[in-house]
């Protein structure tokens, strides 16, 4: 034990150079290939930083790209909705338009049939009074023709035609 309280003066020395050596030694073969790599290293993830980085400035530059287009493809759904609520509204009011002229032609033509069909019933009704006031006429002149007969005349043509039996 006292051998290591005491050390030998050349067994220092030989331990200094020895260690020297070996540090040079290290240096010269560890050092810079490990240096080497921790800087290759370094540089690696300092690539993949940059990668990473680009990357996401991509799918933020995307994002904006998208949300472009969403907001132009709703813009562009809220024309088409707007142009399709006034052709509706155009359609509609064509539609009315044609179906007013449409109701007013037909009650035209139906005025106009009912006025033919007053006329033709007028000039029926007149010939009918015609024919009525000849039958009429003509049981009077084949009877005597005082007031009393006259009378009674007028009353049997009208309840005969009242009864249904026409003329004569």
Known sequence: MDALLNPDKGLILWT????????GLMKAF???PLLHAIEEREAKMREEREKAEAARKDAERIARELEARLASAADEARAVVAKAGLEGEALRS?????????AKAMLDKTRAQLDEDKRRIVSDLRKE???????????LVKKSVDSGTQKSVMDEFFSDLAAGKGKN
């Open 16 to 23: 200094i150079m020895s260690f020297l050596i070996l540090v």
């Open 30 to 32: 560890a050092w810079g």
């Open 94 to 102: 064509r539609l009315k338009a044609d179906a007013e002229a449409e």
């Open 129 to 139: 009074v015609a024919e009525l006031s000849l039958a009429a006429a003509e049981r």
